[in-house]
């Protein structure tokens, strides 16, 4: 993956990314599953030098389950975040829906497993953090 654009869904937030992500994973935090609405979220992180990022945004932030601040970087029109960053942790995480269907890398880690319902079942390359 590389050359690739994210956007919020009325396309005036983006982030280009030029590089491979350095960690794609699913995550199953309940601070993800509010975020997303859904059961996990699906994020790509990146070095900084490889991700431009383009428009107006607005920012929230919140303490991790580890510890760290994570702050969201959201459009302040449609609500959509587009990217977000771990203090701790180098790079930007983008959450892989932002980018164009079909361009997303698969996930290679699923974290916070042992928070995943049961009902969801993943593929069995995964590898599984608690």
């Given at each position: 993956?590389?050359?690739?654009?994210?956007?919020?869904?009325?396309?005036?937030?983006?982030?280009e990314?030029?590089?491979?992500?350095?960690?794609?994973?699913?995550?199953?935090?309940?601070?993800?599953?509010?975020?997303?609405?859904?059961?996990?979220?699906w994020?790509?992180?990146?070095?900084?030098?490889?991700?431009?990022?383009?428009?107006?945004?607005?920012?929230?932030?919140?303490?991790?389950?580890?510890?760290g601040?994570?702050?969201?970087?959201?459009?302040?029109?449609?609500?959509?975040?587009?990217?977000?960053?771990?203090?701790?942790?180098?790079?930007?995480?983008?959450?892989?829906?932002?980018?164009?269907?079909?361009?997303?890398?698969?996930?290679?880690?699923?974290?916070?497993?042992?928070?995943?319902?049961?009902?969801?079942?993943?593929?069995?390359?995964?590898?599984?953090?608690?």
């Amino acid at each position: 993956m590389s050359g690739y654009r994210a956007a919020c869904a009325c396309g005036q937030l983006g982030a280009e990314v030029t590089g491979q992500p350095l960690r794609v994973a699913i995550c199953h935090c309940h601070a993800c599953r509010t975020r997303t609405g859904s059961a996990f979220s699906w994020n790509a992180r990146f070095s900084r030098d490889s991700v431009s990022l383009s428009g107006e945004a607005r920012a929230f932030s919140r303490l991790g389950d580890e510890g760290g601040t994570i702050t969201y970087h959201f459009c302040p029109d449609c609500g959509v975040t587009v990217w977000y960053e771990t203090s701790g942790r180098d790079g930007v995480a983008i959450p892989v829906g932002a980018f164009a269907p079909g361009q997303g890398p698969k996930p290679e880690d699923s974290v916070y497993d042992n928070r995943r319902p049961d009902w969801l079942f993943l593929a069995p390359e995964l590898e599984v953090f608690n």
